[in-house]
């Protein structure tokens, strides 16, 4: 007996794709170390708690990325640079 699957599961990926993903974590990872510095090195201003809530936010969009949704690997690369950039200077 076979078990017949879609064939978007077995679908290949080409360079660009797989070099997407690649970048959409390693935004992920970067913002969750950029949240852990500032959380162990507040400035004056920063509320802890919603630093420790928005680093929790984004660990868990990590955990649970999908390579294959792409609208959200988009989102990701399209507004989360800046996100980053934000969090490693501060406030504006």
Do not use: C, K
Request: hydrophobic share 35%.
């Amino acid at each position: 007996m076979t078990t017949e699957r879609p064939d978007d599961v077995f679908r290949p990926w080409d360079i660009d794709q797989s070099e997407d993903v690649d970048r959409a974590i390693g935004l992920l990872r970067a913002l969750n170390a950029a949240y852990s510095a500032r959380i162990a090195h507040p400035r004056p201003g920063d509320d802890l708690e919603q630093l420790r809530a928005e680093r929790r936010r984004y660990a868990t969009e990590q955990r649970h990325l999908n390579p294959a949704d792409q609208p959200t690997i988009v989102r990701i690369l399209t507004e989360y640079p800046a996100v980053l950039r934000q969090v490693r200077t501060g406030p504006p």
